[in-house]
């Protein structure tokens, strides 16, 4: 089986080292058919090296687990720990970010020497079968999940600027959305609960993780209101363009505005206008515009501006995660194929379809903390709360998350003009 | 009397007309004491010349009121349509921001005879007695009221780049706290509703007005909270300088550290080390630390922080909203003048004072639309929904807000990193 | 008499008080017409506020010759010194050059005071008929005529960025050449001697007076060379523009073709197109093309490809200055009025005409130190010697340099993409 | 051996054909050593990518030689015409510099496998033994063996970024000194010829080839001057150090003086402070401080500052042509070894030594046009003379440069804050 971010599925009953195993060799899979030069290169500040990824996943449970918890483990190599820690400001200085793409050595096999020196480790504290670890080591595996996505947006990004368009590897896609013509589901309002319970919060037990972010468990008050039963698509986002939506500042919030004309957006990212229409540069390569597929590489700007176009709006976060809820996730139930299976469509009990696993949703809510929320303590509290300014809310993964990582009450967040991840658009109203 | 904003105290029973030339006055008794020099001059970006902020406050009636509303209307200037429109899009092409302070032509006197030609045709529009203009000449009077605040933010910041630390004019401060020493107050959670009663939006009637951005009138869901009864002093936040604070980055967001790093922050704008002590920049120049007046001039990244060091968080806007109502803004009730006496400390009734015109206080609450919410039509639209984004939300008014322009439900919102408003921190936690 | 730097002639035998008094009250004269908004603006890091010119011209005296010469003289302010040194590092630190236009105070009419306490200090000084200031005094005001041709390209250019092209006042401008066909005038090759004789150097004696960057003389060898008998004109600019001059990489330097992409220039500065032609943005406004009159306000780099595409070049200072001695400035015998009289054409003895006062020429020299170059002891010392970077050689005063002012031997010097201040072209070719 | 740029010496006698071979081979043995990962990044805009050089440089033979002139060539990469033109405007667009570090694909391999297809047919034309293609090939061997230059400088430059402070390999380093403690040769002024002389210009017959910047030759008239005998050491430099020299104003340029604040420069380029001293970064990794060796890595703003320390001056062009006259660079008489005996000391004949093949010497001269230079016909004539403005000479070549490569007419440039070029220092002073 080719494609998606890991070469098996996730067993339920798998242990966690046998979880170990799988994530890690998914990302190596994941980095089959890049060349070292692939591997190397930055293409922005936001973006990092694919080998920078392999390397800094290896360092945090080198950083978090090794070092703390196995005795006599001795670390890879003096320098790691400066070079591929990531933003973590209490574990010490680091290698400034838009400069990882400089470091050309250590170089490719060294990185997977530092892979292979990390598993042989973990295996032997995994081994000792105790308990404290898991949680740490599930965060880890979930954290190597995240940066498996990362590696498939960035490595996109740097093909992108390549004139020649070159071609890495068919992939998963954002499955076309042509056996639902769409229609308004609606929901009640009232007091809901959201969040992840926090009584299973950082375990593995029983496939129970998730972040900090997602808690605690709180009652929010929603309104009446309705969700579209699947994410705009390509041919509708071409409407928005025809009508000169790009061109009319009415539409568009102030900061969205000045991106457009800073930028000189005219479409989605990777949109290429050809003589004979348009296609959309993916792992695959430039590939053919698919109308009915979901339009992706959107920021949210644009996705604001579109659900404005629209007369609808953006989704509350939470009037998402109620909409979610009870759903599970494509991944887990249809497999993760080249050409995967056409998401469900709106289903009969009157749920949305197709809201895990095809395009990252813009929600309309700020990325702020939960009420009650409190980082986790040390250096790996940094991982979450620290982001809480500035982004927005995105929900339900996309065809690059591999499968199991997501949930409905993951929040994913980016800031309003970020374009390179995999994210399109579900639009709402009130009821 | 002196200082503040407003040569003249509102009258609950004033009519428009009056209200007019009251509002209109204060601006321009507000320039007293500057030299066309100072009335020229853009410090940043952010900032207006005081001349631009005299001239666009009447291109908003010439443009919105009697260009469309009084017949045979003649514009004082071809060119000022384009010279002074801020950002309305709608309203056509402008002249750029960055750019306002090349304008030395036309000068101040000209721009004062604009004002005169603008009052004269206002005043004849307001004697026809006609009922439609009412909402939009009280939108236009609480838009000049603004303006009258941004004409004290920006002379200061400009005068605070001047290596002379040159005195403006005594102006009111935030009262001192000295007779508050602090005590928590609780607040119950459950269904509450917040923001202006849609019923009395956009008018002026009984003093009712409001902007678009504070309705509709909603339901929120609270927790139990506690507010302190007074906002952070100076001498607490030097404690917060001297433990650290500004050199520690787990105390703050990831944004802010940067924020901290790129600009060198070590204190709150304005406040300079002298060998015997702190100043503060004030109109009146520097003046010595008062350690027991409202912390002022600080960005949402130092609240964040701050309240993080404390223990402590931000309130949320819907409850400050909750705590402030049925209380009134203090300048409707005290008086303004340049030795205001202290607000009042925290209520019998277990109500917090000093909630009105000291300083503007941050929330956790970024600045988004309230359910419902729909800009008003045509180009006053863009008045306050295009922002709604990247911002945070401020609450209660400052020193430097003109009397009777704030309320309960006034939404102010500013970039996270922005200090150039007077702003200051109110500390928040679940009860 | 109007415009031009000076209202009066310099009179050969005029005493040093005289010829204080006389350019002093120069400066002053030029400033009429302007508002203290208009001097108080700063349109770029290169131009500086005419008030600040004003006082810098001011400080120079303080500063070299009152602080030091007159027993008990005060200095007028004690941040005066600070505020005003431009580029003096050996006198201390001083007011960064981009913040000069955030100076609002001292106003206009404090600098004003100030130019009167240092003039009535000066007339003490100079009453008192020592021989050694008097170099100095020379050199002061020299600087200070300068500073006079620096206050019209600064006020020109602020001027230009506004929208309502508004007029300044009638000046002289480069002179038409319409009776100057135009040809080559030839010249012999050998050892010549150019530059400033040392033994007057620093001197007033006989109106004897050079910049240190104006010598030692010595020698040079020359090439037969030929120049031509004007300036390039505007008409003949237009006809480099139809060809398709600045869309022609091969015509440029590769450091001026990235100023033409980066800048736009699709024409000299202030020029504008307009639907019934082009027009020229003068100190008297807007004016319409005069296709006789020197081309003005180009870069080096313009220049250059102007050349370039002529078949020709631009001459070495060499050639310039052996072609220009023996030459009067115009100034000195044809007066200055506001319609000064066309230049002399070429002459009749061989000598090429209107090398003087219409627009400064630029030259293919670079500007670096004479052999033997030596800057003078003291701070003054850092007067020419330290721009000796970077910066090409212009020859021949123009329009707006005080009569009197420039010389067969005097260097300009500005960086190639420069083009505020009136620089044309004039065409060599080797014989 | 190893080292140096080329793993054969030049021949005099050698053909063509040969010299083809030896050259292009030089290039491939100098990037022993690098990984893939190594010759992709780009460590700055004026840096490119090894793999880009490997590229370039066949870009030129095929563009200018093989399409033009070898019936039935087909060009290897339809794209590669657009990736691998480095500034050749008249040849057509090409991929924007600063982004050359992005092109992942072509990877090495296939970039070796164009090599070898442009060898291949290179060797098909050289065969046929026609004349008219010699100078071409020559400039394209020449303009190889410049850019085995700077594969050297950019490697270097990006492996400095490198917090690990990897060693690429050993190599030829600038000779020391301490064979000379270094005396004042004296040379006499009057006219002197200087450049290449014309009627070679662009042949290869018997090793006469120089670029078209080198000539005409032509009379230059000189002073008496004094140069001596050998380069500045770092040994001198630290003195310059330790007396302040980076903190004193008065010795520096402004521009100069500008960029070290803005760098924050206090040593040359690669040094670096250890708790033991002083190391530089070399291509075989950090090495101790030679007090004897020549200073390397300096820019000419610190060139001319140390001069002025010390009371000298830099040379001009002219007067170190006349030195070199009739010297033979080191190179062709001494061999390039990795431990290359010390350069011969001031002759006996009063010529200085180590003119050649050390460090590039900065002179006081900018880089312009010779009297009479015209670039030659067509693309290659955007060779050297589109860059003659705002950049300074420097000669002598370097220990990076290959031997044979540069001659006593030689004229390399670089812009004045430049520093990761062998650059240093030799001192001249008036006789």
Redesign the interface.
Known sequence: MQGGATARLPDPGEGLAARYSRVRAGTMALAEGL???????Q?MPDASPV?WHLAHTSWFFETFLLTPGLPGYRPFHP?FG??FNS?Y??VGAR?PRP?R????????AEVIAYRRHVDEAMAALLAQGREEPAALVALGLAHEEQHQELIVMDLLH??S????A?AWKPMRRPAPCEADPGRWLSFDGG?RSIGWDGSHHGSHCGGGFAFDNEGPR????L?PFRLFSRPVTNGEWLAFIEAGGYGE??L??????AAVQAQGWQAPAYWRRRDDGWTGFTPAGDLPFDPDAPVCHVS??EA?AFARWAGKRLPLEAEWEVAAEGLEPAGNTLGSGLLRPAAAPARRDGRPGQMFGDVWEWT???Y??Y??FRPAAGAVG?YNG?????QMVLRGGCCATPDGHVRASYRNFFY?HQRWMFAGVRLAE?A
């Open positions: 060349s070292a030069e692939d591997m190397t290169v293409s080998k320098s400066y070079l933003y400001e209490a290698h400069m793409g400089l470091l050309t050595r250590p170089g490719v740097l093909l600027l390549n004139p020649l070159p007091i709180h009652e929010v008050l309104r500042p009415s568009w919030l102030s900061d969205g505005w949210f700007y604001d309309a809510s700020a702020s903390p009420p009650g940094e620290k982001f809480m300014a500035n309003p009130d």
